[in-house]
């Protein structure tokens, strides 16, 4: 069954700089998502991308975060200048229509120290 | 603002009990989906409703939708130990944008 890459699978940083979160998502899928988890919370939503580019962003996605399809396959998040409370669980997600449903990756678990 | 709330949000139960988890949200949406969480792990997608009275089964457990009052039920039947999860729903908002709104999640722990 297709799936949704994510790399790296835990990331430690250090309180003000910047990290990529890189995804894959699966081939034929047209719109792309990221959301995060502070551990033992609920899943929010970041960001959505569709035909390069940003279609909704929430009020977490300042300034400080970017998003970028740099080729046909890769959607990234930049996270600049980090902060403590950055730390999550952070989930890309793909989907080729929403009656089909979203495909969430296995996630990054990014700790700022 | 879209709400969704879940509950119970902690349930522990017996195996071979049945339980039911409840999703209510607050505006009109003709989407609702259902995702099982394992500790440090991904989203796993269990059901996508799509319309109001849709009910979808899968092994022990069956998901229903009522658009009309803005509920959505998770039933467990027969509960056996692997179901032991945190289960989400969440909400696509209708006519907006691609987005979903997540409960805050049920924590199932099912105790031989």
């Known amino acids: 069954e297709p799936e949704v890459t994510q790399t790296p699978s835990h990331q430690v940083t250090q309180m003000g700089q910047e990290v990529i979160l890189r995804c894959v998502p699966i081939?034929?899928?047209?719109?792309f998502y990221w959301y995060r988890q502070i551990l033992g919370q609920k899943v929010e939503f970041l960001v959505s991308f569709y035909n390069n580019e940003i279609s909704e962003k929430s009020e977490i996605f300042d300034d400080q975060f970017s998003v970028e399809r740099p080729d046909g396959s890769n959607f990234t998040l930049k996270i600049r200048s980090t902060k403590l409370e950055d730390s999550a669980m952070y989930f890309c997600?793909?989907?080729?229509?929403?009656?089909?449903?979203?495909?969430f990756g296995s996630g990054t678990r990014l700790t700022v120290v | 603002e879209l709400k969704v709330e879940q509950n119970p949000l902690f349930l522990s139960m017996q195996e071979g009990k049945n339980y039911t988890i409840y999703c209510n949200y607050s505006t009109t949406s003709d989407r609702l989906y259902w995702y099982r969480q394992d500790p440090g792990k991904s989203l796993e997608s269990l059901f996508v409703l799509l319309s109001n009275g849709a009910v979808k089964q899968e092994g022990r457990l069956m998901a229903s939708l009522d658009t009309k009052a803005r509920l959505s039920t998770l039933h467990i039947t027969a509960a056996v130990h692997d179901l032991s999860a945190t289960y989400f729903c969440a909400v696509d908002i209708q006519g907006g944008s691609e987005k979903l709104v997540f409960g805050k999640g049920t924590k199932l722990t099912v105790n031989p």
């Open positions: 997600a793909s989907s080729i229509e929403r009656d089909y449903g979203y495909t």
């Open positions: 081939s034929n899928h047209l719109y």
